[in-house]
């Protein structure tokens, strides 16, 4: 979007403070509309189409916080930078949260106001949903709007929610938009996962302990229920808890008290529960690995994140939304001048995806570091089938079966251990060629009867 084409709206009761401001950005090419409260602004959204709102905290009639509620609150998504006199952390804090882009104090440096304006500008780009929970939640597919719509109904209450959907679709960026956008968002989320925890430890780590509970317990030490009261609970990997320890799960669902080993009284727990799995907890039940109770206890508002094949038309969304991320994050070198061609985005649109947005946020980070300020490619990156040095997209693949499913799972997980030397976690290891979590492959190669180390392929 060209600066010409943009409109920044100014709200600032000081006359001298918005004609400064005014002159800034007009020199550097922008639209102005300047107002002198937050009535005036709002009276000319009729009128007026703003690309990004410079806002004032102290305003005669409500203050600039309040008016970012209201635009919340309406729907309105206009990208806004605080500029004000109030060096305030708290004050700084509650803007963020709250979705603005930047918050700047007086006196300001001018570059840094002009540069948060493109900033600004450029994530406006981005069709988003009214009351998105979370910036990476972009799109403007039918299957992302029926979640976030989900998303929106479901966080205002304490209902337990269950997110379910393949690994790499953003499972804990939605308990997390949950948790925010909810009346706990100023208590804390509290994040288990529950595939890397040994089962000799789930008691200890989810209830907590007494001193001289056991050998070694030196001191008492509250579990995850009580550092999580008053918020949320993200059950991570819940399909991965024993059987063991689900009936004791479930019970402290149900009574919502906890008992810390060695413990003879009962304390009560006030969490809300959010749990994900990229398993089918259904057919684990009847497989009999999941209690069908707790399944049905944990299932009351079910969210469940499509792949990213089908949600094609998101995915040049995604890929500048992560390209400026990468380009922000990484230092050094011009990679500002880095952009996404047609051609590239219709490649990227191309491919299946396997590992989901992780591996696109991925692909993208390394065609960004590889590129260096230079055109980006992504010939020069690991192939997704493991077996050539070059990346290919092939054309969009027909539906496949679950077996099918789990067959190129299979060979995919098999090839990356083949080329690791059976190495998973770490720098180069599978799990970070796959773009996984290292404990969701873990329980996949568990899953699937994998050993960790196969022979390399003759």
């Known amino acids: 979007m060209e600066p010409s084409s943009v409109v920044v709206s100014i709200v600032e009761d000081d006359f001298s403070a ?50 970012q509620q209201r635009m919340n609150d309406s729907g309105l998504q206009i990208p806004i930078i605080f500029l004000t006199g109030r060096a305030d952390i708290p004050l700084s804090v509650r803007a963020i949260k709250a979705g603005a882009v930047e918050f700047l104090t007086k006196p300001y440096q001018p570059e840094a106001l002009v540069q948060a304006v493109r900033q600004a500008v450029q994530s406006g780009d981005l069709p988003i949903f009214p009351n998105q929970p979370h910036p990476t939640l972009v799109g403007r597919s039918a299957a992302i709007g029926q979640m976030l719509q989900q998303i929106s109904l479901v966080s205002r209450t304490d209902a337990t929610v269950l997110i379910s959907g393949e690994s790499g679709t953003g499972k804990e960026v939605v308990a997390r938009g949950i948790h925010d956008d909810s009346p706990r968002c100023n208590q804390p989320m509290v994040k288990v996962n529950c595939g890397a925890v040994p089962e000799s430890l789930f008691e200890s780590e989810f209830f907590g302990h007494v001193r001289g509970a056991f050998t070694g317990a030196l001191r008492d030490k509250p579990g995850r229920f009580e550092l999580a009261h008053g918020g949320t609970l993200f059950l991570d ?19 919502r008290e906890i008992e810390r080993i060695g413990d003879t009284r009962s304390r009560p727990v006030n969490v809300r529960i959010v749990a994900a799995t ?181």
């Not at 090419?29 to 410079?54: I, K, P, Q, W």
């Not at 806002?55 to 600039?64: E, R, V």
């Not at 819940?238 to 009936?247: C, R």
């Open 18 to 67: 918005r004609r400064a401001v005014e002159g800034l950005l007009r020199a550097e090419g922008f639209a102005t509309r300047a107002h002198g409260s937050a009535h005036e602004f709002l009276a000319s959204l009729s009128r007026d189409n703003a690309s990004c709102l410079v806002l004032d905290i102290g305003l005669p009639d409500f203050s600039g916080l309040d008016l």
């Open 237 to 255: 990997e819940i399909g991965e808890v024993p059987l063991s320890m689900q009936a004791k799960l479930l019970r402290v669902l149900q009574e």
């Open 278 to 458: 990229n398993r089918d907890l259904a057919a684990e039940v009847k497989a009999g690995r999941f209690r069908q109770d707790l399944f049905y206890r944990l299932n009351v508002f079910p969210i469940n994140l499509p792949p990213l094949r089908e949600r094609r038309e998101d995915i040049p969304l995604l890929a500048e939304h992560f390209l400026r991320l990468s380009v922000k994050n990484l230092r050094g070198g011009q990679r500002a001048q880095t952009k996404l061609t047609e051609p590239i985005l219709q490649q990227l649109t191309a491919y299946d995806w396997p590992g989901n947005i992780r591996e696109l946020q991925n692909t993208i980070e390394r065609a960004v570091i590889v590129a260096n300020g230079g055109p980006i490619r992504f010939d020069m990156l690991p192939a997704p089938n493991f077996a050539s040095t070059s990346l290919h997209f092939p054309a969009p693949a027909a539906v496949m079966t679950r077996d099918e499913l789990k067959l190129r799972e299979r060979n995919a997980i098999i090839a990356a251990l083949a080329q690791t030397g059976g190495k998973v976690s770490g720098p180069n290891g599978a799990a970070e060629v796959l773009g996984m979590k290292t404990t969701t492959l873990y329980s996949r190669i568990a899953a699937l009867g994998l050993e960790r180390k196969p022979a390399p392929a003759a």
